[in-house]
């Protein structure tokens, strides 16, 4: 069993490259410092509730998946079609607004 330290390294560092998201770019979303996030993802530091909350909503995964298991697949299936849902719901809003701004016309 690995420790929760190397969990949430290993994890944030993982959801935080799906998103294609910089060390920087994910601190500026949870107002803190790169080094901030350099920091726990070598498992020097660990986030306090607030943080750890932050980068929660910041990565759009479930606190669980930042401590999953590699052999958890699970995590990682959630945490896509979490994305795949949120995807089609942002070309629905899209796609709404457009066709509000064109009836308008």
């Known amino acids: 069993m690995t ?7 290993r994890n944030l560092k993982k959801y935080r490259q799906i998103l294609g998201l910089s060390q ?4 500026e979303k949870i107002n803190s410092s790169t080094t901030f996030i350099g920091n726990i993802e070598i498992g020097k530091r ?4 607030k943080n750890l909350d932050l980068l929660v909503n910041a990565l759009g995964v479930k606190p669980a998946d930042l401590f ?4 958890e697949p699970e995590a990682q299936t959630r945490y896509t079609a979490r994305q795949k849902r949120k995807a089609q719901l942002e070309r629905e809003v899209m796609e709404s607004i457009s066709k509000a701004f064109c009836e308008g016309d």
């Open 24 to 27: 920087a770019a994910l601190a």
């Open 68 to 71: 999953a298991e590699e052999d």
């Open 46 to 49: 660990f986030p306090s509730s």
């Open 3 to 9: 420790d929760v330290h190397t969990l949430l390294a």
